[in-house]
C-alpha cells in the first residue's frame, strides 16, 4: 500500500486565476493561518513572477522575500511552497535558500519546454530549494518524450514529480496507464503528485483511484479550498480531507477550512464565479484550453453547439495554450458570412427618410425613464428600432438582431412588428419575414466590442446615411448583474474587470462614431459620463 499521503493547498495560487491573485494582505495571512491550523502538509503562497511587481494584497510575487514575510514563524508541520511558469523568472533573481525563505518551488512548464524546465530546476535545487516538477498536460507527452522526462528527474532527483491534468478531461484508465509508467521508472525516494482539474467532475474520483493503485509509493495530491481555481475549479481540499479522515487515519481538521470559506471564499464566489459549465465541459472535451471556450461564452451570442463548433476548428498547434488573437479570428471568421445586403440597405434608406430614429436597447434605464421616453415618442413619431429584445408597453417598427441566442429566446407569434432586420450570422432559414444586412461590415475594431449589438446598430445607421439617431437603454455594464438589463431573464455574467473595459471601449468607440452623426441619449448612460 502507499506509504504516505500529503495534500498541498494551492487555494492562494490557482484560486487566484478567479480574482487576480487580488486576496487581500489580511485575507492571505487568514488563509495561510487557517491551512496550517488544518494541518495540511504543504501551503502553495502564490505565484513567483518578474511579470508583477510588489503587492501586499496579491499572492503573484515579484520577489521570494516578499513571500517569505507572509510565513508565520509557527508553521507546525506545513511547508511552504510557490509556482515557477517555466520562462517567467530569471535564474539569477532567486536568491539561496540558506535562510528557509520557503520550503520548495514548484516549476510548471510545457512539452516544448521540458529539458530546459529540469535545467533550470537542477540549478533552484544547487539553490536549495525542493524542486516539485509539473509537466502540464501530462496526457499530452507520447511515451518516450515522458520516459526521458522521466530520466532527468531521476538525476536531479526532485521533491515530487506530477501528473498534471490541466483541462480537466483524464479518466482512470488514462490515470492508471500513466502512473505506472511513472511509477515503475521514476526513483522510488520521489513522491508522485497529482494535481487535476474539474471540468468533467472528475477531480475527485480520480484521486479516490490514485490513492487505491496498488503501490508502495509517497503520494502528494492538490486541492484548493472550496475548490476554488481556473476553470471549473480544482479538487475541495475540505471535502478530500474529510475522505483521509475517515478511510486512511489522517488528523486533518476541517474547521479551519470551514471558516476560510465562511469569511473569505463567499464573499470572492459571489462576485467571481467558479466551478461546473458548458464552457468548461467543451474545452475538456476538445482537450483544448478553457480560456477559448470561456471567450466565446462571454461573447453571449452563440449556441452551445456553436461554440463547440469553433473550438473544434481551432489548429491543433495552438489548442494547449491560449492565443486570443486565434480566437478572435476563429470567432469573427465563423460569423462573418458575406451576404449583398443593399436591396436591404435601399429599403432601410427608403423607410427612414425624413424620419426621426430611436433604437432601444434592454437597459434598466427603460423602466426608470420610460416617463421620459414615452413623451418623447408622443412628441416626434420616430421610428422605432429595438435590438436583440422585443419590449413591453412600446410598440416598435423594427426588431434588430444581432444575436442567435436571443433570436431563440423570442416569441414571433405574440407580436406584428412591421420589419425585422437580421445581420448575417443569425442564421435562420426557415424564418422568412427577416431582412438581411452584411455582419461583418458594421463591427467595431476593439476585440471585446466588437459585436455589441449597440454599436452595431448604430454604425448600420451612420452608414445608410442618416445623420442622427436617438437612443434609449445604452446604459453600459453596471458592475451589479441585476442591474444591467430591464428584464432578468436577459442578463449574463460578465466578470468586473471585462465589464469595466468594455464600458471605456464602447466610450471611446461611440465618441469615434459620433462625428458627422448625432448620438443624442434619452436616459442615462455609464457610455456617455464615463472618462
Known sequence: MIKNIKILDCTLRDGGYINNWHFGYDNIKKIINNLIDANIEIVECGYLTNKTISDLDSSKFANIMDMSKLIPKTRKKAKFVCMINFGEYDIDDIPNNNANLIYGIRVAFHRKDFREAVEFSRKLKEKNYEIFLQPMLTLNYDDSELLELINL?????????????????????????LFYLIHHNLNSSISIGFHSHNNLQLSYANSLHLLNLDCN????????????????????????????????????DEWPLLKIIDEVLNKIYLEHYWGYSL????????????????????????????????????????KSSYNKVIIEDLYIKFLSKYIDDSRTIEYMQKILKNKDILVLAPGRSLISDKHKIMQYIAKNNPYIFSVNFI?????????????????????????????????????????????????????????????????????????????????????????????????????????????????????TALNELSNNFEIKFLTKSIYKTIE
Open 217 to 252: 509509493r509517497n503520494l502528494i495530491i492538490d486541492s484548493s479550498i472550496m475548490g476554488m481555481g481556473r476553470g471549473a475549479g480544482n479538487l475541495n481540499t475540505e471535502l478530500f480531507i474529510k475522505y483521509l479522515n475517515a478511510d486512511w487515519n489522517k488528523s486533518y
Open 391 to 507: 419590449p413591453e408597453n412600446i410598440n416598435v417598427n423594427c426588431l434588430f438582431i444581432t444575436n442567435i441566442k436571443r433570436f431563440h429566446e423570442m416569441d414571433f407569434h405574440k407580436i406584428n412588428i412591421e420589419n425585422i432586420i437580421c445581420t448575417s450570422n443569425v442564421e435562420v432559414s426557415h424564418f422568412t419575414k427577416k431582412k438581411i444586412i452584411n455582419y461583418a461590415n458594421y463591427l467595431n475594431k476593439e476585440a471585446d466590442i466588437s459585436d455589441n449589438a449597440g454599436f452595431i446598430i448604430l454604425n448600420f445607421l451612420k452608414q445608410i446615411g442618416m445623420k442622427k439617431v436617438s437612443v434609449a437603454g445604452f446604459d453600459g455594464y453596471n458592475v451589479e448583474i441585476d442591474n444591467n438589463y430591464y428584464k432578468k431573464d436577459l442578463k449574463n455574467a460578465v466578470d468586473v474587470e471585462r465589464k469595466l473595459s468594455m464600458n471605456r471601449q464602447m466610450h
Open 153 to 177: 528527474a531521476n538525476a536531479i532527483v526532485p521533491n515530487a514529480f506530477y501528473i498534471v491534468d490541466s483541462f480537466g478531461n483524464m479518466n482512470q484508465e488514462q490515470m492508471t496507464r
Open 279 to 318: 464552457p468548461y465541459y467543451i474545452s475538456a472535451v476538445n482537450n483544448c484550453h478553457p480560456n477559448y471556450a470561456m471567450y466565446l461564452d462571454n461573447k453571449q451570442t452563440l449556441t452551445i453547439q456553436e461554440i463547440n463548433k469553433i473550438i473544434q476548428s481551432i489548429p491543433i498547434e495552438y
